[in-house]
């Protein structure tokens, strides 16, 4: 793999396409019983700005994600902030999903950001969330979409 000039070393930046069209994609995005299969089961969420809610880990010590949705443009773009509330460790990250119809599929950017990679826990949180991303949740996004 070459390393890419542009990329910020301190984000997480993952692209994929998709055979469906936007609006397949965006409602996986943005459809709670859609987001629980692939991500993690939201309260309190809809694709609107200013909307705070959280997604839920009943098996993790670290039970809940506090969120808010930051830039919502159906089809287009959806961001929200990303904050384990309970960590020893508090972190604010930032999720941005971009995207861009290309033929008959979705072209689908996913940037996450905030990472302090001059911090060592920082540092090794950005690249766990981006082999997260890229093996496990990216793959199960696809699933959803197709289905």
Known sequence: ???????????????????QPPEAVWRALTEPDL???????PTGFAASVGTHFRFTIPSSPIDEIACEVLAAQPREQLTYSWMYSRSEY??????????????????LLLTQTGFDIQDRRQ???????ERSWKRLILPRLGEVIHH
Do not use: Y
């Open 35 to 41: 987001l629980e299969r692939w991500l993690l089961r």
């Open 123 to 129: 540092k090794m949180a950005r690249n766990a969330m």
């Open 1 to 19: 793999m070459i390393a890419d000039a542009e990329l910020n070393p301190a984000a997480v930046e993952l692209g994929s396409f998709f055979p």
């Open 90 to 107: 508090p972190a604010r990250w930032i999720v941005d999903w971009t995207m861009q119809p290309q033929g008959r599929g979705t072209r």
